[in-house]
């Protein structure tokens, strides 16, 4: 895995570093029905080239960085669905080579590449993924810390070892969880990884912990090069960008909301509007709060990635 000092040498020429957005509404956008326990994960087994033409839409539109399938991907979740230990252990694998395999081919037919390879980052989803009942929005799991270890080690030091550039341990909504995943990453002394958590407002992750305590735990670890939110309505995210640059101002920061819609559980559907050019204008603000690596989550695209990408570069040159 990379070191952390070439993250920020990429800052320091580039200045910022776009993410990408969602894949498992994206894959929805383009018809694919992701009513199942795994999510986006069961499409490993049935479409992964359409996993890996998304992975390379979003280079396409500038995502300097591309994360895996594997959020909703889990030992346990697969076993459930009669996958063998073997098999899963080759589609979490298979999950980095679909992404590595996208930058191979965007690289290759790039007009103008940038200067810097995009990033693989390998996702980390919280055991409320698994549990597919909406738990990764409240984070009271009502287990203990052993079974949550249990849960996380094998996917955890799999990815860790896969290829991939980093980790991106996201969507956690709870100080257990995060203080679990940062025991795991410890032990994996050579990786590196973000830590990102899903907020109920603009101070409190999904527990009720402040993202302030959130960002001390994590504060003095080599291995976590960034902190941030995601899966989190934008309105709240400039409120946690300070709360997190107090606590540990000289960490980088992530933020990668959602598109501002707001998902209707018993209607099943989402409502309100998902602009791209607002979600742009919205990831300046967040670079001129503090936070340095901005893509989307849930229900935004390749067109929000563009819209990101085009607010950055304006933003960095007037650093410059």
């Given at each position: 895995?990379?070191?952390?000092?070439?993250?920020?040498?990429?800052?320091?020429?580039?200045?910022?570093?776009?993410?990408?957005?969602?894949?498992?509404?994206?894959?929805?956008?383009?018809?694919?029905?992701?009513?199942?326990?795994?999510?986006?994960?069961?499409?490993?087994?049935?479409?992964?080239?359409?996993?890996?033409?998304?992975?390379?839409?979003?280079?396409?539109?500038?995502?300097?960085?591309?994360?895996?399938?594997?959020?909703?991907?889990?030992?346990?979740?697969?076993?459930?669905?009669?996958?063998?230990?073997?098999?899963?252990?080759?589609?979490?694998?298979?999950?980095?080579?679909?992404?590595?395999?996208?930058?191979?081919?965007?690289?290759?037919?790039?007009?103008?590449?940038?200067?810097?390879?995009?990033?693989?980052?390998?996702?980390?989803?919280?055991?409320?993924?698994?549990?597919?009942?909406?738990?990764?929005?409240?984070?009271?799991?009502?287990?203990?810390?052993?079974?949550?270890?249990?849960?996380?080690?094998?996917?955890?030091?799999?990815?860790?070892?896969?290829?991939?550039?980093?980790?991106?341990?996201?969507?956690?909504?709870?100080?257990?969880?995060?203080?679990?995943?940062?025991?795991?990453?410890?032990?994996?002394?050579?990786?590196?990884?973000?830590?990102?958590?899903?907020?109920?407002?603009?101070?409190?992750?999904?527990?009720?912990?402040?993202?302030?305590?959130?960002?001390?735990?994590?504060?003095?670890?080599k291995q976590v090069f960034a902190i941030g939110v995601n899966c989190t309505a934008p309105r709240f995210v400039s409120s946690l960008?300070?709360?997190?640059?107090?606590?540990?101002?000289?960490?980088?920061?992530?933020?990668?909301?959602?598109?501002?819609?707001?998902?209707?559980?018993?209607?099943?559907?989402?409502?309100?509007?998902?602009?791209?050019?607002?979600?742009?204008?919205?990831?300046?603000?967040?670079?001129?709060?503090?936070?340095?690596?901005?893509?989307?989550?849930?229900?935004?695209?390749?067109?929000?990635?563009?819209?990101?990408?085009?607010?950055?570069?304006?933003?960095?040159?007037?650093?410059?």
């Amino acid at each position: 895995m990379l070191k952390v000092s070439r993250i920020h040498q990429f800052l320091n020429q580039q200045g910022f570093l776009v993410l990408d957005g969602g894949l498992a509404t994206e894959l929805e956008t383009r018809g694919f029905n992701l009513d199942t326990p795994l999510w986006s994960a069961h499409l490993l087994r049935t479409h992964p080239e359409a996993i890996k033409n998304i992975h390379k839409n979003y280079l396409e539109a500038g995502a300097d960085c591309i994360v895996t399938a594997s959020y909703q991907a889990s030992f346990q979740g697969f076993a459930q669905q009669g996958i063998s230990e073997l098999e899963t252990e080759n589609l979490l694998q298979k999950s980095v080579s679909l992404a590595l395999a996208a930058r191979k081919e965007y690289l290759k037919s790039a007009t103008q590449p940038k200067a810097t390879s995009p990033f693989v980052a390998a996702s980390i989803g919280p055991y409320g993924a698994y549990l597919a009942n909406g738990a990764e929005f409240h984070g009271n799991y009502n287990i203990s810390k052993i079974e949550l270890r249990d849960f996380h080690e094998n996917r955890f030091k799999l990815l860790a070892k896969s290829g991939a550039n980093f980790l991106a341990c996201e969507t956690i909504p709870s100080f257990e969880e995060a203080e679990v995943l940062l025991a795991l990453l410890k032990e994996s002394p050579e990786t590196i990884a973000w830590m990102s958590f899903s907020c109920r407002d603009g101070i409190h992750i999904n527990d009720g912990t402040p993202i302030r305590e959130c960002a001390r735990l994590l504060k003095d670890s080599k291995q976590v090069f960034a902190i941030g939110v995601n899966c989190t309505a934008p309105r709240f995210v400039s409120s946690l960008i300070n709360e997190i640059k107090n606590a540990t101002p000289q960490k980088l920061i992530a933020v990668y909301p959602n598109s501002g819609e707001i998902y209707d559980g018993k209607n099943r559907n989402w409502v309100g509007t998902r602009d791209a050019a607002a979600f742009g204008t919205a990831a300046s603000e967040w670079f001129r709060g503090g936070a340095r690596l901005i893509g989307g989550c849930c229900r935004t695209g390749p067109e929000h990635v563009k819209s990101i990408w085009e607010t950055l570069v304006m933003e960095a040159r007037k650093l410059k």
